[in-house]
């Protein structure tokens, strides 16, 4: 018995709940921003760094087998002179976009921010010598763009991780892992303090040590003494855990996992995000042409509205600082949808019903929405199910004209015949 309790208590100590903000109580701000948050339902993600240099993804050095120390050379000739952060807000803007999430470090260890930490940074490092990071913020704020950082717990260079090494009772087996945390905490400290409105941190690379002993404890609760009311994520791929504000989801809606990362990823309480690329990868990649067509990332955005998350579409910049046409012709054309349609997104929560066969369901106060995004096998009608509410009117939402309807056992039926044709969703409205 004494061993079943002994091996029970260590299994405790290397769960991450154990390591986790024990105790949190969200100050009112958070509260507040996690509300606002639900309510912006549409992101930029920025996947951004030296490794673009190269034009074959994020993860180059990795896939590449590149020494770490002649992929730091890469560093000597990143100098993105055409980078400029209105552009890149301008273009969040007119995609209908509400907050940007950009890559401040990833997992080659290179930080695209002014450290003091460490001099393998993009001011001190490179000829460009200049601080985008701040750029866009300073940008963000100017137009009303919220902007989130990604951090990356993962680093494959720094001496102190020790990148592969065996992890024995919650640290590596070589380095200093008290090193590394509080070489984290410190640059996260710098990324809160030292740029504007900074209302998010979006974690990456737990997954690569899921029984180190992160110290969120620690890590969690510095974020939220600096920033009460910034909102934490980890792409860990698991349920939360006690300290962050919101759950993300790695190319996956919520409760799915064709991907295979979310297999441990029970929903929790929290605000939720999904995240996907463009095409098929997150840094730039030159060859990859599999590009997503408007519709699918129209389509992935209601769908996410329907499960009451937001979507995080990301961009790969090239190694000048541009991104290229092919996403900034796709975003503009997200955007005329939005304009239009933008009502039955925003400010809508989800989970109203569980999705049909033919689409999905928003709703904001006394108002439905429901998007018809798939052929539909009865000819002319949908099924709401469940529908509790008696409507005052069921229309057309682009033209206003009015369905035919009725309920029943079933839930709620509208007669579709009279939406106008839409390729991409046609949208009934519904108040009650």
């Given at each position: 018995m004494r061993k079943l309790l002994r091996f029970i208590l260590i299994l405790l100590c290397f769960s991450p709940a154990a390591w986790a903000q024990q105790g949190y109580k969200p100050s009112e701000s958070n509260l507040k921003a996690r509300e606002h948050f639900k309510d912006m339902k549409f992101g930029l993600f920025i996947h951004w760094g030296i490794?673009?240099?190269?034009?074959?993804?994020?993860?180059?050095?990795?896939?590449?087998?590149?020494?770490?120390?002649?992929?730091?050379?890469?560093?000597?000739?990143?100098?993105?002179?055409?980078?400029?952060?209105?552009?890149?807000?301008?273009?969040?803007?007119?995609?209908?976009?509400?907050?940007?999430?950009?890559?401040?470090?990833h997992h080659d260890g290179f930080s695209m921010f002014d450290t003091k930490q460490s001099d393998y940074n993009i001011v001190k490092a490179t000829p460009y010598k200049r601080d985008p990071m701040k750029e866009l913020a300073e940008e963000c704020q100017k137009q009303g763009i919220e902007l989130r950082f990604y951090y990356s717990l993962l680093d494959w260079g720094r001496a102190d991780y020790a990148f592969k090494s065996p992890i024995v009772n919650g640290v590596p087996e070589k380095g200093d892992w008290n090193s590394y945390i509080n070489f984290m905490k410190a640059q996260l400290t710098e990324l809160i303090t030292n740029y504007p409105g900074v209302k998010g941190i979006w974690f990456d690379g737990h997954w690569d040590r899921k029984n180190a002993n992160w110290h969120y404890d620690e890590i969690y609760g510095l974020i939220h003494k600096l920033g009460p009311d910034i909102m934490i994520g980890n792409n860990h791929h698991l349920a939360p855990i006690p300290g962050e504000d919101f759950q993300a989801f790695e190319k996956d809606l919520p409760g799915n996992n064709k991907t295979g990362f979310s297999g441990d990823a029970k929903i929790g309480d929290l605000p939720l995000e999904t995240c996907e690329t463009m095409n098929g990868s997150w840094g730039f990649n030159i060859n990859d042409r599999n590009y997503k067509s408007v519709k699918e990332l129209v389509h992935y955005l209601v769908n996410a509205a329907g499960l009451d998350a937001n979507f995080l579409l990301n961009v790969g910049p090239m190694p000048n600082g541009k991104i290229q046409p092919e996403f900034v012709d796709t975003l503009g054309k997200i955007g005329a949808w939005i304009d239009k349609n933008g009502e039955t997104i925003y400010g809508t929560r989800g989970y109203l019903v569980k999705a049909q066969a033919w689409g999905t369901v928003t709703a904001k106060g006394k108002t439905v929405y429901a998007h018809v995004l798939n052929p539909v096998k009865d000819g002319n009608q949908i099924v709401i199910p469940d529908f509790k509410f008696k409507p005052k009117s069921v229309t057309a939402f682009n033209g206003g004209a009015k369905l035919k309807y009725k309920k029943d056992k079933s839930g709620l039926i509208v007669y579709i015949d009279q939406l106008p044709a839409d390729e991409i969703d046609r949208i009934v409205k519904i108040t009650y």
């Open positions: 490794y673009s240099t190269l034009g074959d993804g994020e993860w180059v050095m990795d896939t590449r087998k590149i020494p770490y120390n002649d992929y730091k050379r890469l560093a000597d000739f990143f100098n993105p002179q055409a980078f400029n952060a209105k552009e890149w807000v301008d273009l969040a803007k007119r995609a209908g976009m509400k907050y940007i999430t950009v890559t401040s470090r």
